[in-house]
């Protein structure tokens, strides 16, 4: 079983348009993020939730925003798509808040034409 | 000055020779310092993790952590091909609340 799992793996949309990706973990852990890795591959955290509450919101643009249900799931909803906003983003999770290993679903690649 | 700097590399090795990576670190209350392995194309997977001073050795792999310099390293021992991939640095930052990734520094193992 896959321990966190992201879906879509692909995304291409058209700018303008809104789209969710999903993240599901089945590791029993109390937080998860969303990371964003760029064209230069640099990976860089955009929020983080422990126990469904939401613990780091980095300068992330009003149009993300992240929804956790429950503690296994952490969606993004992205409004108003812009060219920027192609990349690949990662969600994880660790076993508790702080200084822990943080475990990596497989990355949806997003695409905006 | 970047949070955390690595060496984009490429890092050209042949086989069997040993790989070092290195990482200089800004924030001084990183406690915990994680170094990932990325394919190209996959996810970031855990590698090593090491908290005190000095070296850890896992297997093929050896972190080396110094606070005071604000330097991390990781050494591969007899490097295979297949550790041909990006090494992501991160340290444990904002107070414990999130890793902050550095840019990567990418390894080729030549046969």
């Known amino acids: 079983d896959t321990a966190v799992s992201q879906t879509p793996k692909y995304l291409v949309t058209q700018m303008g348009n809104d789209k969710s990706i999903k993240c599901e973990q089945n590791?029993?852990?109390?937080?998860m993020y969303w990371y964003k890795q760029d064209s230069k591959k640099f990976l860089k955290i955009m929020f983080s939730y422990n126990n469904k509450e939401l613990i780091i919101n980095e300068t992330v643009p009003n149009r993300f925003s992240p929804k956790s249900p429950d503690k296994a799931h952490l969606n993004l909803h992205i409004n108003s798509l812009e060219l920027g906003d192609s990349a690949v983003y990662f969600c994880a999770s660790s076993q508790e808040w702080g200084g822990t290993e943080a475990f990596f679903g497989q990355g949806t690649r997003l695409t905006v034409v | 000055q970047k949070e955390v700097e690595q060496n984009s590399g490429p890092l050209s090795v042949p086989e069997g020779a040993i790989a070092s990576l290195n990482c200089t670190y800004s924030d001084r209350g990183s406690q915990s310092f994680f170094w990932y392995r990325q394919y190209s194309g996959k996810s970031p997977e855990l590698i090593m993790f090491?908290?005190?001073?000095g070296d850890k050795e896992d297997g093929r792999f050896t972190a080396q952590l110094n606070k005071a310099s604000q330097y991390v390293s990781l050494l591969i021992r007899d490097s295979q091909p297949s550790d041909s991939a990006t090494y992501l640095c991160?340290?444990?930052?904002?107070?414990?609340?999130?890793?902050?990734f550095g840019t990567g520094t990418q390894l080729k193992v030549e046969l």
């Open positions: 090491i908290y005190s001073n």
């Open positions: 991160a340290p444990e930052g904002g107070g414990g609340n999130k890793l902050t």
């Open positions: 590791l029993g852990h109390d937080t």
